[in-house]
């Protein structure tokens, strides 16, 4: 069963290894993962200046999320699921709690800037892709699905 409750500044450790080790699961090289590293890192602050909420089960906690921005179009900033409890349910009840808790903050809806390994599971939920969103890194371009979910 997972319970899921507000972050704690003590738990900035425990989000950032999820947001990596999750990011890592997709097969992206070390060069790309350390790229990513900072905007993988949650700190403290972080978690004091924005709703962050973990999910967590008899094994510990296996993921969280975090909105960002001003309703009323929230940003869900982060949704990471521990790699060994993908496919459990979880990061749809994470997701799920996610929207209910920015209706409670007034927004209409939320943008998401997805990697494109989790773009089928935010149009499973209800997303709809509203663009795109192109760089490159490692000399080869890269292509993030931007979405939104109405509330």
């Known amino acids: 069963m997972l ?16 947001a990596f080790e ?18 993988l890192t949650i700190d403290p602050e972080y978690i004091l200046a924005n709703p962050v909420y973990l999910g967590r089960d008899p094994g510990g906690v296996c993921g969280f999320y975090a ?3 001003e309703s009323p179009a929230l940003t869900l900033d982060h ?9 459990q349910g ?15 903050l007034g927004a209409a809806r939320l ?11 935010y149009l499973h939920m209800g ?3 509203c663009g795109e969103m192109k760089y490159r890194l490692g000399g080869q371009e890269r292509v993030l699905p931007l979405l ?4």
């Open 127 to 129: 997303a709809q892709r």
């Open 111 to 121: 943008d998401i800037q997805a990697d494109p390994h989790a773009e089928g599971f």
């Open 90 to 104: 979880y990061g749809r009840a994470l997701f799920e709690h996610a929207v209910q808790r920015a209706r409670e």
């Open 148 to 151: 939104v979910y109405s509330v």
């Open 3 to 18: 319970h899921i409750v507000p972050a704690r500044a003590e738990d900035a450790g425990e989000l950032s290894r999820i």
């Open 67 to 69: 909105l960002t921005g």
């Open 79 to 87: 949704l990471w699921m521990d790699p060994t409890r993908m496919g």
């Open 22 to 39: 999750a990011k890592g699961h997709w097969g992206y090289s070390q060069e790309w993962m350390e790229s990513w590293r900072t905007s």
